[in-house]
Every structure is written in C-alpha cells, then in structure tokens.
C-alpha cells in the first residue's frame, strides 16, 4: 500500500538564479541512454527552437490543407510547447502524453521532425487506413502511449504511470498537456488530487490556456479563474509562462526543474497562449477550432508564418 502523504497548503515561493542543463530527446535506436544537449547561449537556445516550431508549423498547415480537416487553433496554441518539451527538456525515457488529442496534427508533425516518422506516414494522414487517425491513436506508435481525444483522460493516465515508475524506482519523468477547456472535466481534478497527495515530482503538468473551448471562451462556459489560485490550493508548485515565447517558457522550465530538485511537490505549468496564434484571420477565434482552409487561406497562412519566422530570425542574428 502507497503510504498517504500529505499535501501542502501554498506552493514555495517563487525560485530564481540557476542554472539547468538543455535536454534533448532524439531518436535512440540502439537503446543507449540519451546523453543531454547542451548550449549554454539562451539565445542559441531560442534559435534552435525557433528553427524547429517553423518546421513544425510549416508541415502540420499542410497535413492540414492535405486532410481539408480542422482544429488547425489548436496546434497553433501548443506547437512551441511541444517543441520546447521534446527538444528542450524531454530525455529519451520520458514520457509525454497529449490530453488535448484534438491536437493530434501538431504531435505527428513534432514526430516526424525528431524522425520518428517516416514522410510517408505523414502524407497518410487523415487518409483511410492510415496509422495517423485525427486523434492519437493507441499500440500503433511507439512514441504514443494513449489514446486521446475524449478529454480529461490524460493527466488521469499519466499520474498513474508516474506513480506506477516510483514504485519500480524507475527514474523517468512523465509530462502532459491539457487543453484548458478540459479542465471542466472532473477527472482532471481527481488526477490533481491524486498527483498532490502522492506528491509526484517527476510528473509535469502543462496546460494549454489559450481561453477559447469548443463552444465559446473558457470563462463563458465555466469560469477557471483564478487558475492558478486553484492549482496552488491543490498542492501544486504553479509557473505562468507566455507559451509564444521561448525565453518565458525555459525560464519556465528552468523553475520547474529547481523546484522539483529541491522540494517534494508537484509542479503545473500555466502556458498562457492565443488560439490560433500567428495566423492573423484565426487569431483567437472559436472558428479556428473546428474550421479546415482554403487554398487561399492557406496560402495566407503559409505567408504569415513565414514573414514572421524572418522577422524572429533577423531580430537575432548572434543567435549562432
């Protein structure tokens, strides 16, 4: 029997002046233990993930226009905290869960740019009898340990493996993202009450607050805030980052991993993001969640991605 831990009642105060080593997670086909990266420049560090979102981006817009499918919005919202988690945290025997499964586009898209799928499969997409299905399917890929897509089941999952690998003394970390709408879901409560009792510091809890669900806005259809007063009361240790921004979410990161270094509760990130983001005539918008693209459309989108990589990249030419 797991032995009841109790929780505490405010999260430590907020940590600052160190420094954290940057984790990667490539591909490992002969087993070997992943060996962190390392660049110690922040603005090469940004550089590098900027490089990887725009890639991300360019190839799920396709998938998208390819399939003619939407809940385009809602990749947009979680593709730099995607990135930042599989090529900025992650190790190779971590564990990563995508509760938002609606956002299923933007994980095969990350995927395919560590090379863990093939372009074929990408192309598969949408298509009948593919691997690649609209949510993320289960036992067909490796790098996917949960069916997703009915929303509130994967914090639930992944709390269960956290404490499954405490009890193996497997030393792994587990992280997932969750949409905020499915914070309506009572299931992802009772995973936060179970993840704060049993106080399980190698499991990251990020959540996606773009502020728009599939019916309307957040605060509309049932009030979340304060959100992070809530979580606090929970037992967690809470981080509010801007998840556009790659110095705000590793300085993100680098909180999260202090704190879980150096104190026995659970941390939850709050991603403040945009539905929809950098696409101008998606911005922020419910129609973003459901709604595919035309050719001009994407076109347009395809544009302002661009324009705005160009724009990132010039404003840091030293980033090499």
Known sequence: MVPRLAVR???????????VTLRGSLPNPDGLK???MRLDNTTAECAMLEERVFSVKKRFLGMYKKAHAGHIGSSLSCAEILVLLKFAWMNYDDTFILSKGHAAAALYSLLAEANL???????SYYEEGTRLSALPPFNVIKEIPFATGSLGHGLPVCAGMALGAILKRHERRFFCVTSDGELDEGSTWEAALFIAHHRLTNLVWLIDRNNIQGIGRTEEVMALEPLDAKLRAFGFYVVTANGHDWTSLLAARDECTHALGNADTPVAIIANTI?????SYMHDT?????LPMDDAQYELALNELTRAHEATVKAHPNAD
Do not use: W
């Open 9 to 19: 009642a405010e999260a430590p105060q907020k940590l600052a002046g160190y420094a």
């Open 34 to 36: 992943a060996q962190p």
């Open 117 to 123: 799928l093939s372009p074929s499969q990408i192309d």
């Open 275 to 279: 539905k929809g983001n950098g696409i």
């Open 286 to 290: 419910v129609d973003s969640h459901y």
